[in-house]
Structures are given as C-alpha cells and as structure tokens.
C-alpha cells in the first residue's frame, strides 16, 4: 500500500501598504430632452488590495460654484454619498467642484459638454466575425468643426463601453456598434450617448489600455492614474477620480 501525503504551504504577502486616499466620483450627466435625474457625488477612499470593502469618506462639504459665484449645495443623504436635485449647468459656462474633507479642499473645473441624438438603429443578422452574429449600429451626426469626443454605453446582461473621438467623421453621419454571440430575438439592448471632454477621454483611454494589459510579469507596472481633480491645500495629497459635466441621449431597441 502507497501512501501519498500532499503538503500545502501557506504564503503570507506583506504588501506595503499607502495611506488612503480619497476618490470622488463626479461624473454629473443630464438626459437630453428628458425628466432630470437627481444627480448624486460619491467620495470614498482607497483601501488595501485585498479589503473587499470600499470605505465611504463620510463628513465632507461638497457644492459647485458657477462663473457668477452660484452656489449648488449637495447634501450628504447616506456616508460618502452626496445629493442635490436642482442644479442644471448652462452651455459655455465654466464650473467649479469644490470638495473639503478633512480640513483638505479640493477643487476641479469643467464646462458641459453637449451630445448629437441617437438618430436609429440598425439591425444586421450577418454581423461579426463569424458572419452570422447580430450587430446592431446605432447612428448619430457629428457637428462640424468642433473636435468632438464620444462615450458609448451599451446595457445588455453586462455593461460594455466604448469611446471616440471625430478625427475621421467630423461633420459626418456616424455610428457606434455592438455585438453579442448571446443576442437573441426579444432581447433589449440599451445605448447610451455621450458627449464628453478630451480630458475625460484621454483619462478613461489610459484606464481601459491599463485594464486591458495582460498583466504579465514583464510588463511595465501600470501608472498612477490621476484626473482633473487638484489638492489646493496639499498637493501632494492628491485625490483619485475625475469631475465632469456631459449630455447623454438614450434608446432602447428590441431584437427582432
């Protein structure tokens, strides 16, 4: 009779680990030609890599000043989550987020940024790679002349997004599509558009080539990656996220 005895050897990691810092989740998007949502700043702070919690920044001042000294208060409604039901920025107006936590402020600037309307959506049954997925096209037209940047939010089982830029459409009818190997007839599909600043687009490209490296144990380390929003106490102090104000336009479509 054999005997095989199979040993198992427990790794403790010391990760080193940095202080938290705060994250503030800004993005304030207005549905074109619809009932406005209230509109809602999320703070929370960086925790170890292996908390499964994120832990809220409760306790912060949070409003938006406009050029004309305006001031849109956002009331905290649970820890970290903050609320206001009545600001709706004007075209070509700058904007200011101020955030204090902490005996710290914390300031990012921004104006809205328009969207084109979702024009229709098309259906092809021979879509893909294979040639006999169901794509779906969703058209828009790109004004002229402006140097104009996209995000597209796609809503079916899981979200899916893709972003933009006009270089190659400017002035032009133009469309974003989606495929899924799993559309079947009856299916909703959501799409989301919206137009959003160079600087919120160059920050979610280098978040997606991050997400989408490969992680190997040759590859360069990813970066910090930092958004709009400054320190003005301590610079060194920096905050995580990203402030911004964009239209969306939304449709819905029923696979045939």
């Known amino acids: 009779m054999a005997l095989t005895i199979s040993c198992e050897e427990v790794v403790d990691l010391d990760l080193e680990e940095s202080e ?29 890599y292996f908390d499964e919690d994120i832990p809220p920044a409760a306790g912060a001042s949070v409003r938006i000043f406009d050029e004309a000294g305006t001031e849109y208060d956002f009331e ?11 600001f709706t920025p004007e075209p070509d107006l700058v904007y200011e987020l101020e955030v204090i936590y902490e005996d710290e402020v914390y300031r990012a600037t921004e104006s809205i940024v328009s969207t084109p309307e979702i024009e229709f959506i098309e259906q092809d049954n021979e879509g893909g790679f294979s040639g006999d997925e169901i794509e779906l096209k969703a058209f828009y037209t790109d004004p002229a002349g402006k140097g104009d940047y996209y995000l597209f939010r796609f809503f079916h089982e899981d ?44 920050y979610l490209f280098i978040l997606r080539s991050q997400a989408g490296s490969g992680g190997g144990p040759f590859q360069t380390q990813p970066t910090v990656v930092r958004g709009n929003i400054v320190n003005t106490t301590n610079p060194e102090n920096f905050a995580f996220g990203y402030f911004r104000l964009s239209e969306r336009d939304v449709q819905s479509y029923v696979i045939e």
Do not use: C
């Open 76 to 86: 905290e409604t649970e820890p970290g989550l903050f609320r206001n039901d009545g």
């Open 159 to 202: 979200l899916s997004i893709q972003i933009y830029d006009d270089e190659l459409i400017d002035g032009n009818q133009s469309f974003a599509f989606f495929s899924d190997e799993d559309l079947e007839s009856g299916d909703e599909v959501v799409f989301e558009l919206q137009g959003i600043s160079r600087g919120f687009y160059e």
């Open 20 to 48: 938290p810092r705060l994250v503030i989740e800004a993005s304030l998007v207005w549905n074109l030609n619809q009932v406005q949502n209230p509109l809602f700043i999320k703070l929370t702070t960086t925790a170890p």
